[in-house]
């Protein structure tokens, strides 16, 4: 700076040119007096910088020529362009973000131009001679798109899908073979796998099945009794009553054996059934000729099987099922000292009825239902939820809302949406197949308020749950 001075009073010796240097001069020493305190240190910096690099300019400017130097010309317009790069390539001083700003995509910066390459009026090079493609704005995806991309992603791997079923039929034939060589006085029926894999409305993975032990009983020596009418109070479960034992006493049915207080038992006969799997049956030769291993569950209050192939892991659960009187009734006590009770399953109506009412008007009913099955799957809050309390929610939407084709998919997952909050609410889920029943009454307040939650914040934007 010394130096600028000296010079600085060179040039007032000069008339008019030097006063109008020195005011300019006197400006750049106040912005540099006062540029900490108003830019900061690396505002600051770079202004002094660009203000050294004017005053370089201004000095050759103004400086008298050697005239014995030829090169003196030549040499000033060298410094003056070196001075003006380093004007240019100061670097600015970070922008203050804004709030606004941190939605807005960041810009890849520039790229040098290759000799060889032509640069299109956006600013991207090409090579000379390729064909200019136009690039395609992003397009936001509609609810309806996003619903038919996501439910393209839930089906089940093909191996499971081939492997599962054969495996499970597989045991299935063997527990038959084996409780009829070992209880052939108990007339069971021809065992079936049942479960939405089996009926397509499977999603995500193949990991559970359930097999179905029919007991057959005689119309003539039993009958049903409404869990409506008993102490449970529970419309959803029923009673088998022995009947006529003054002139068919016990041991006229084969089932007498499971009789507590005139009544079917189901937990006795689960007992009796869970002992066989665990201590009777040789599941290390089943399994060895299969391919698998087959365990057990002991600990479990339900009849399951574990098994293990290289390519999957299966659950089996075993359902003692009796059909009366067009009732499907599951040996599924409910956890308490009433042990004489049988749940009434609505699976089988529920995927025929849906399926049905689809075939009517190529409705996309099994489309939605699978979306939410794999929504409440992928959910840990949901869990409780998938399966039969949303299948009953689609066929009371079923009755009121005509349209479901595929078309308006986006509608109906929205409108079933809005009617599980409802439900969630006021705590009740009628089935569709009996209003008595209320679908929700095994569920805990705590599991009801989470539910709840979930689905009311993904009414505004359903996409979260995809």
């Known amino acids: 700076m010394a130096a600028f001075w000296h010079q600085r009073g060179r040039r007032q010796e000069n008339g008019g040119l030097g006063s109008v240097i020195d005011g300019l001069g006197s400006v750049f020493d106040v912005l540099l007096a006062n540029a900490r305190l108003v830019l900061g240190v690396s505002?600051?910096?770079?202004?002094?910088?660009?203000?050294?690099?004017?005053?370089?300019?201004?000095?050759?400017?103004?400086?008298?020529?050697?005239?014995?130097?030829?090169?003196?010309?030549?040499?000033?317009?060298?410094?003056?362009?070196?001075?003006?790069?380093?004007?240019?390539?100061?670097?600015?001083?970070?922008?203050?973000?804004?709030?606004?700003?941190?939605?807005?995509?960041?810009?890849?910066?520039?790229?040098?131009?290759?000799?060889?390459?032509?640069?299109?009026?956006?600013?991207?090079?090409?090579?000379?001679?390729?064909?200019?493609?136009?690039?395609?704005?992003?397009?936001?995806?509609?609810?309806?798109?996003?619903?038919?991309?996501?439910?393209?992603?839930?089906?089940?791997?093909?191996?499971?899908?081939?492997?599962?079923?054969?495996?499970?039929?597989?045991?299935?034939?063997?527990?038959?073979?084996?409780?009829?060589?070992?209880?052939?006085?108990?007339?069971?029926?021809?065992?079936?796998?049942?479960?939405?894999?089996?009926?397509?409305?499977?999603?995500?993975?193949?990991?559970?099945?359930?097999?179905?032990?029919?007991?057959?009983?005689?119309?003539?020596?039993?009958?049903?009794?409404?869990?409506?009418?008993?102490?449970?109070?529970?419309?959803?479960?029923?009673?088998?009553?022995?009947?006529?034992?003054?002139?068919?006493?016990?041991?006229?049915?084969?089932?007498?054996?499971?009789?507590?207080?005139?009544?079917?038992?189901?937990?006795?006969?689960n007992e009796t059934l869970h002992k066989l799997l665990v201590a009777s049956i040789n599941w290390p030769a089943i399994g060895g000729l299969l391919g698998c291993a087959i365990h057990p569950v002991v600990a479990s209050r339900e009849l399951k099987l574990e098994v293990k192939h290289d390519q999957v892991e299966l659950s089996i659960t075993l359902f003692p099922v009796v059909e009366m009187e067009d009732k499907v009734l599951l040996a599924v006590p409910p956890e308490g000292l009433v042990e004489n009770l049988w749940l009434e399953s609505f699976y089988r109506a529920e995927v025929s009825r849906v399926k049905k009412l689809d075939a009517g008007d190529s409705g996309a009913r099994q489309l939605c239902l699978r979306i939410l099955n794999g929504v409440c799957r992928s959910q840990p809050g949901l869990h409780k939820l998938g399966g039969s309390p949303v299948t009953h929610v689609i066929l009371h939407l079923s009755d009121s809302a005509s349209d479901w084709a595929e078309e308006s998919l986006a509608d109906r997952f929205q409108q079933v949406l809005e009617e599980l909050v409802a439900c969630l609410e006021k705590g009740v889920l009628p089935s569709y197949f009996n209003p008595k029943i209320n679908l929700f009454s095994g569920l805990l307040e705590e599991e009801i308020d989470e539910m709840g939650f979930v689905l009311y914040r993904a009414m505004s934007e359903p996409e979260v749950l995809l």
Not at 145 to 173: D, F, G, Y
Not at 175 to 196: D, H, T, V, Y
Request: proline share 9%.
């Open 43 to 269: 505002g600051a910096a770079v202004l002094a910088i660009a203000t050294l690099a004017v005053k370089r300019l201004i000095d050759r400017a103004t400086s008298p020529r050697d005239e014995g130097d030829p090169k003196a010309e030549q040499k000033s317009l060298e410094e003056s362009w070196q001075d003006l790069a380093l004007i240019k390539t100061t670097p600015k001083p970070p922008k203050k973000q804004r709030r606004e700003d941190l939605s807005e995509p960041l810009l890849s910066p520039a790229r040098p131009l290759v000799p060889g390459e032509a640069r299109d009026p956006s600013g991207c090079s090409a090579p000379l001679g390729a064909p200019q493609v136009k690039s395609s704005p992003l397009r936001c995806l509609t609810l309806q798109e996003k619903l038919l991309s996501h439910s393209s992603q839930l089906a089940v791997p093909e191996i499971q899908m081939s492997l599962v079923p054969q495996l499970a039929r597989s045991i299935c034939t063997q527990l038959q073979n084996f409780l009829r060589s070992k209880c052939p006085e108990l007339p069971f029926g021809r065992f079936f796998l049942s479960g939405a894999l089996l009926d397509g409305l499977e999603v995500l993975a193949a990991e559970h099945i359930h097999l179905m032990l029919p007991v057959v009983l005689d119309a003539g020596l039993w009958s049903l009794i409404s869990g409506e009418d008993t102490v449970v109070r529970n419309p959803r479960y029923w009673m088998i009553k022995r009947i006529d034992l003054g002139y068919f006493p016990r041991g006229c049915s084969p089932w007498d054996r499971f009789i507590v207080g005139r009544y079917l038992s189901s937990s006795v006969l």
